[in-house]
């Protein structure tokens, strides 16, 4: 069965560095989410994307997130100058054409900011 | 605002007991509304929803408009049960609202 896949599981960072979260959605997917839960918090939207282009953001996603479909198949997420605050679960979602609002799920890129 | 309220973090029962996840949400037009699930060591996947009005796992849910509820039932919980439990709405897919979740602890 195809899955949303999503690299690395974990990454370490210092603060200030820039980290970029990988995902594959599942292949006849065209809708693309990230979600973060901060340990403990809920699920908290952060963009979504259709059509090569940003459909949907939320204010947690500033200045310092970008998102990118580079080649057709991996989406990634990309903070520039990683915070403490910064440190939480990272998903990514997808789902097909159509009303059936099923979001398929990665299991999440861990992200920990030093 | 749009919110998802899921007042409690962690709800306990025996098996074989009936077992109640409360969402409530506060939307000003007109939602659709899900519940989300996320067993140990798995990803977080749809559960149901409440246009399909389908029962999934012997979950039932129903919309409540005039409560803005939308609490997620069972009669009888089994152990297999136990998970994280989220409660989520969308009015137009591009973004989903998600509550806080609830763990169910399905005791044997």
């Known amino acids: 069965e195809p899955e949303v896949t999503q690299t690395p599981s974990h990454q370490v960072t210092q603060m200030g560095q820039e980290v970029i979260l990988r995902c594959v959605p599942i292949s006849n997917h065209l809708y693309f989410y990230w979600y973060r839960q901060i340990l403990g918090q809920k699920v908290e939207f952060l963009v979504s994307f259709y059509n090569n282009e940003i459909s949907e953001k939320s204010e947690i996603f500033d200045d310092q997130f970008s998102v990118e479909r580079p080649d057709g198949s991996n989406f990634t997420l990309k903070i520039r100058s990683t915070k403490l605050e910064d440190s939480a679960m990272y998903f990514c979602?997808?789902?097909?054409?159509?009303?059936?609002?099923?979001?398929?799920f990665g299991e999440g890129s861990r992200l920990t900011v030093l | 605002a749009q919110r998802v309220t899921q007042p409690e973090k962690l709800l306990s029962v025996f098996k074989g007991a009936p077992v109640e996840l409360k969402c409530n949400y506060s939307?000003?037009?007109?939602?659709?509304l899900f519940w989300y699930v996320q067993y140990s060591r798995q990803r977080l996947q749809l559960l149901l929803r409440h246009i399909s009005r389908e029962s999934i796992k012997g979950f039932t849910a129903d919309l409540n408009k005039g409560e803005t509820s939308f609490h997620l039932k069972k009669p009888f919980a089994q152990e297999e049960d136990s998970a994280m439990y989220y409660c989520?709405?969308?009015?137009?897919?591009?973004?989903?609202?998600f509550g806080s979740g609830t763990k169910l602890n399905v005791k044997p």
């Open positions: 979602a997808s789902r097909v054409e159509g009303n059936t609002g099923e979001l398929f």
């Open positions: 989520a709405l969308s009015s137009n897919f591009n973004k989903f609202y």
């Open positions: 939307y000003s037009g007109s939602p659709e």
